[in-house]
């Protein structure tokens, strides 16, 4: 498979890629091996990888921090650091590296960091220190649509005015045309790449991205339970649903959108074959799962806890023509919970769960052993979480199959998806 002939010129520092000198075969091999023996106790075959259908300029949106650049011999009291944008460094997650490029990030983010460079020297701001709570520029959020061509650009700060916010607008605007321009302020010291305020700068309030996930099962519309698909094209002569959705700036969307849709078309064909009553989606996101599964279930409730992902999704939902399928404004937990006081889940019901890297709460395994749904989809971004997450659902439920989707060439990660069902 095409292997990039020059490296990343911050491989081997930054702490984003790991692999990118490894031909992607083998890291499909490694990845393959890491997981079959982590994941033995509960499933002894071989475990399938999807390949990405991309392996540079994959992702949709990268994040990266300002800090204080930090020197190998403490600088004197009074010396004032030099502010940079980057990823932390591979192995000394203290550091940040001052990148210029990311080859795995959006097309075009090399002249995108060279114009805000230039912005920040003259603008005089200054890195935030979450450690003293001090200092103004946090994150910069670049998010773009594979197939709509789309960019979006968030600056995120401390709390207060952007100032000279022109002048910003001017320099993404000057390397890299955004459709959507933003301000973010976050207040806590935690490092994390969101904001409790947002203020559009220049453009529309979104970007759109297209995904097309092929059909499940062998007949067709024939197979279909819920009212007229959405929007199909014709690919390869395999019908091929055309997804379209809103993304705000602080939705949760795939990162790799090409390699999603074949992740989706995993996920379809085990709700295909199942065809729950109930389909619910927690973790949902601004509705991809649930949409291009929405065709085979009866209803579908899709749980997320970011009011901006819940709204996309609806406006979503409208816009692909699907009625099937409702949004929750909640965390999982007190979904659950809520629930549970009103009886449960109906019977016939499948839980498809696609957490954060973090993993369910204890408290949300607890509850979904209490509701035993017959049927339970684990879309997993750590499988070490999803191996402990496995180790607890065990009590009831067999796992029935494993495969995988590689989202993240060159990285150490792997989206992986188990299939339980009650014993």
């Not at 207040?187 to 969101?194: K, L, N, Q, Y």
């Not at 954060?356 to 979480?385: D, F, T, W």
């Amino acid at each position: 498979m095409f292997q990039k002939a020059e490296l990343c010129p911050h491989y081997g520092s930054c702490g984003g890629c790991v692999s990118q000198d490894i031909a992607y075969d083998i890291q499909l091999q490694h990845k393959a091996s890491f997981l079959e023996k982590l994941l033995c106790t509960f499933w002894a075959d071989p475990i399938p990888i999807v390949p990405s259908p991309v392996l540079f300029h994959y992702r949709n949106k990268i994040d990266p921090g300002f800090a204080l650049k930090r020197y190998p011999e403490p600088p004197p009291a009074d010396f004032v650091r030099e502010s940079i944008l980057g990823f932390k460094e591979r192995g000394r997650w203290r550091w940040t590296v001052d990148i210029a490029d990311c080859f795995i990030g959006p097309e075009g983010v090399r002249g995108l960091l060279e114009s805000l460079r230039r912005w920040r020297i003259q603008s005089g701001l200054t890195a935030y220190d979450t450690r003293k709570g001090k200092g103004y520029l946090r994150n910069l959020l670049v998010r773009d649509g594979k197939r709509s061509g789309e960019r979006m650009v968030v600056i995120i700060t401390a709390p207060g005015a952007l100032p000279d916010a022109d002048a910003f607008v001017a320099a993404v605007q000057e390397q890299f045309p955004a459709d959507s321009i933003f301000h973010g302020e976050f207040s806590r010291r935690a490092e994390v790449a969101t904001a409790e305020k947002l203020t559009l700068l220049h453009g529309v309030p979104w970007i759109t991205e297209t995904l097309h996930v092929s059909g499940a099962g062998e007949g067709g519309e024939e197979n279909l339970i819920s009212a007229t698909p959405a929007h199909f094209i014709r690919q390869d002569q395999r019908k091929v649903q055309e997804l379209r959705f809103r993304i705000s700036p602080l939705s949760f969307f795939q990162t790799n959108p090409l390699a999603a849709e074949r992740l989706y078309r995993l996920v379809r064909d085990w709700v295909c074959r199942i065809r729950p009553g109930s389909l619910y989606d927690l973790y949902g996101g601004a509705g991809g799962i649930a949409f291009c599964c929405a065709q085979y279930a009866e209803t579908v409730i899709s749980v997320e806890s970011v009011p901006e992902a819940s709204e996309d999704g609806r406006f979503n939902a409208a816009q692909n023509g699907i009625s099937n399928v409702s949004f929750v404004t909640a965390t999982v937990r007190e979904f659950l919970s809520n629930q549970a006081k009103s009886g449960g889940l109906p019977p016939g019901s499948a839980v498809i769960v696609d957490p954060p890297r973090g993993g369910m709460h204890p408290k949300v395994l607890k509850r979904l052993l209490e509701m035993r749904p017959a049927h339970i989809l684990y879309v997993s971004c750590n499988p070490q979480k999803l191996l402990e997450d496995l180790a607890v659902f065990s009590e009831a439920y067999a796992v029935v199959s494993v495969e995988a989707v590689d989202m993240f060439p060159h990285t150490p990660h792997v989206e992986t998806v188990a299939a339980l069902e009650l014993r």
